[in-house]
T-cell receptor, first 110, second 110 residues
Framework: RKEVEQDPGPFNVPEGATVAFNCTYSNSASQSFFWYRQDCRKEPKLLMSVYSSGNEDGRFTAQLNRASQYISLLIRDSKLSDSATYLCVGVKTSYDKVIFGPGTSLSVIP | NAGVTQTPKFQVLKTGQSMTLQCAQDMNHNSMYWYRQDPGMGLRLIYYSASEGTTDKGEVPNGYNVSRLNKREFSLRLESAAPSQTSVYFC?????????FGAGTRLSVL
């Protein structure tokens, strides 16, 4: 089983919709979590960190559930510009090991 | 503000040829990484360097070597390229567990 798993999608949603992605991780040693965004044929870029208490950045909300070992990303009021692949990332801080999930593809349709 | 710079952007090799992918960062980060990204596989860590003078194997190190020349530069070498090494290669540096990526090198091995 991969250490970080995501539903690859694609998720096709209309503009204005709310969409949620989940990510599960298998190793409880992962201590820090992040969501990255990757546009087609571009490099990944940090979207937001994920905190145990949950955190929000504009239309984006991230949640971490350590007991169930999953991370979620909620996007409200989807925009065409949100179309991208979203990567879930776990970091084992003790020795700086970074694990990327395979990514979830989102297409926002006019 | 260049961030992480990778060269070349594109490369075509014949089986058995060798080449070095160059990476440099100007953010004074200690940690640097090399990943490959293949369709459906996500980002896989090849090698990483936690600090100048140290390197460690990642998930898929076979067929590759690395050199952490100084704090800024981390190169990846393919000694004898194989078609299985056709991929997109990303270099990254990190601070506080956040990764900053270069634009990538698209490598085809024929």
């Amino acid at each position: 089983r991969k250490e970080v798993e995501q539903d690859p999608g694609p998720f096709n949603v209309p503009e204005g919709a709310t969409v949620a992605f989940n990510c599960t991780y298998s190793n409880s040693a992962s201590q820090s979590f992040f969501w990255y965004r990757q546009d087609c044929r571009k490099e990944p870029k940090l979207l937001m960190s994920v905190y145990s208490s949950g955190n929000e950045d504009g239309r984006f909300t991230a949640q971490l559930n350590r007991a169930s070992q999953y991370i979620s990303l909620l996007i409200r009021d989807s925009k065409l510009s949100d179309s991208a692949t979203y990567l879930c990332v776990g970091v084992k801080t003790s020795y700086d090991k970074v694990i990327f999930g395979p990514g979830t593809s989102l297409s926002v349709i006019p | 503000n260049a961030g992480v710079t990778q060269t070349p952007k594109f490369q075509v090799l014949k089986t058995g040829q060798s080449m070095t992918l160059q990476c440099a960062q100007d953010m004074n980060h200690n940690s640097m990484y090399w990943y490959r990204q293949d369709p459906g596989m996500g980002l896989r860590l090849i090698y990483y360097s936690a600090s100048e003078g140290t390197t460690d194997k990642g998930e898929v190190p076979n067929g590759y070597n690395v050199s952490r020349l100084n704090k800024r530069e981390f190169s990846l070498r393919l000694e004898s390229a194989a078609p299985s090494q056709t991929s997109v290669y990303f270099c990254a540096s990190s601070v506080l567990n956040i990764q900053y990526f270069g634009a990538g090198t698209r490598l085809s091995v024929l």
